[in-house]
C-alpha cells in the first residue's frame, strides 16, 4: 500500500494558481511528485499522443529514418480531445469521439490500434470507457444510448441500452468483477435527474442514485464514476465540489471535497479514479491538478497544476484520468492533447535514488 507523507504542505500554491506569465516559465522539468527533499511517491514516465510514443523502430527502420527522413512510424497525433480514459493489461484505452472509435495504446506489443468501427456495432460517439478485471471493455456511447461491451481487443459482445429515462449519460463505471455496471447522468440545468443508474451484467436495472440536491445521496451535475476493489462506488459530484461514496447496494457511506483553494477543495472536479491501494484521484478542471486521497477521504498528494507551458505535470485544461492494476496514473489534458503517464515509486526505486525508508 502506498503511503503518503511529507506532502500536504506542497499542495499549498498547486491549487487555484494562474497560468505563468511567459517570463516566468519554468526552465527545467519536474519529474517527481512531491518533489525532493520529499520522499517522491511518483515518477513522471512519458506522454501519449501518437504511435511513435510507443512503436519501436527496427535497426532498419532507424537506418532508413536516419539516411532518408523516412519512416514507417507515424508521429501524427492520434487524440483529439479523448472524453475518457481506461487501463489494464498494458492496453492504455481511449474514448475518442471525433474518430467515432476506441483508440489503443498497447504499451507491451508496442503497437497502436483501434475498435468500434466496424458494422453493426460500430460507435458514434463514445463518451465514456471503463475496464473489468477480466478486461472486458465497457463504452458509454452518448449518441447510440448504449453502455457496449467489448473484449480486450475490441471484438463486440453485447450492449446495453440507456435510451428510456436518461436525460444526458456522460460516464461509465464497473465493478472489478463485471457484475455491476453504472451510468451517470449528469441532467441538464433545467431538471432534476442528475443520478446514476446501477445495472447487472444481463442490463437489468438494480437500483438508482439521486435525484439533483446537496444532501447525502443526492447530486448536482455529477460528471465520473470508478469503483474500488471492494466494490466502493465512487461518484465525482461536481456541482457539488465533492465526491461521495456509496457501497454495492448502494447505501451512502461517506463524502469528502468542499468549494475553495486551500488543500482538498474542488473548483471543477473533473474525473474520479481508484488504485488498488484504495486510494482515490480526482482531477481538476479549475486547478489544473490530480489530488490524492486515502480511502477515507484524506489528502495525501497533488500531482501537476495549472501551466500554459508544455511539461510534464503542466496542464492547461484536465480532463479523464484512470490507474491500472498495477497504479500508474494516466492523466488527460484537451490543451496539450496529450496523455501523461506516472508511475509508482517504491521504496526499493527510492532506496536506488539515495532515499531511505521509513
Not at 535497426?59 to 475518457?84: D, I, M, W
Not at 474514448?95 to 503497437?111: C, G, L, T
Not at 497533488?302 to 511539461?311: A, R, V, W, Y
Not at 503542466?314 to 479523464?320: H, K, P
Request: net charge positive.
Amino acid at each position: 500500500m502506498l503511503i503518503f507523507v511529507a506532502a500536504v504542505g506542497s499542495l499549498v500554491g498547486c491549487v487555484g494558481v494562474k497560468p505563468q506569465k511567459t517570463q516566468e516559465r519554468q526552465k527545467t522539468n519536474q519529474i517527481l511528485w512531491p518533489a525532493l527533499p520529499d520522499r517522491p511517491r511518483f515518477r513522471f514516465s512519458g506522454t501519449l499522443r501518437s504511435a511513435a510514443d510507443i512503436v519501436q523502430e527496427d535497426k532498419e527502420q532507424a537506418l532508413r529514418r536516419q539516411f532518408t527522413g523516412q519512416t514507417e512510424v507515424s508521429y501524427r497525433p492520434v487524440l483529439n480531445k479523448p472524453t475518457g480514459i481506461a487501463v489494464r493489461f498494458g492496453l492504455v484505452y481511449v474514448a475518442e469521439p471525433a474518430a467515432k472509435a476506441i483508440i489503443v495504446f498497447d504499451m507491451q506489443r508496442r503497437k497502436l490500434f483501434r475498435f468500434g468501427v466496424r458494422e453493426p456495432n460500430a460507435l458514434q460517439r463514445p463518451q465514456s470507457i471503463a475496464v473489468d478485471r477480466e478486461g472486458l471493455v465497457y463504452v458509454l456511447d452518448s449518441q447510440l444510448r448504449k453502455v457496449m461491451v467489448f473484449d480486450r481487443i475490441g471484438l463486440f459482445i453485447r450492449s446495453i441500452n440507456v435510451k428510456d429515462g436518461f436525460t444526458n449519460p456522460v460516464a461509465v463505471a464497473v465493478n472489478p468483477n463485471g457484475k455491476t455496471i453504472y451510468v451517470v447522468d449528469r441532467g441538464d440545468i433545467e431538471n432534476n435527474d442528475h443520478k446514476v443508474v446501477a445495472f447487472s451484467a444481463d442490463g437489468r436495472e438494480l437500483f438508482r442514485l439521486g435525484a439533483r440536491g446537496n444532501i447525502e445521496g443526492k447530486f448536482n451535475i455529477p460528471l465520473a464514476a470508478a469503483v474500488a476493489e471492494d466494490g466502493t462506488l465512487y461518484v465525482a459530484d461536481s456541482g457539488n465540489f465533492r465526491v461521495q461514496a456509496f457501497d454495492e447496494t448502494g447505501k451512502f457511506k461517506f463524502q469528502f471535497g468542499r468549494i475553495g483553494i486551500d488543500s482538498g477543495s474542488f473548483s471543477r472536479p473533473k474525473g474520479v479514479a481508484v488504485d488498488p491501494a484504495g486510494n482515490i484521484y480526482v482531477s481538476d478542471a479549475g486547478f489544473n491538478n490530480v489530488q490524492i486521497f486515502n480511502s477515507e477521504g484524506q489528502l495525501l498528494m497533488p500531482i501537476g497544476g495549472l501551466s500554459l507551458d508544455p511539461g510534464p505535470g503542466r496542464y492547461g485544461l484536465i480532463a479523464s484520468i484512470a490507474v491500472d492494476e498495477s497504479g500508474r496514473l494516466f492523466v488527460n489534458d484537451h490543451y496539450f492533447n496529450k496523455i501523461e503517464v506516472f508511475f509508482p515509486i517504491s521504496d526499493d526505486e527510492w532506496m536506488r535514488m539515495g532515499g531511505q525508508v521509513e
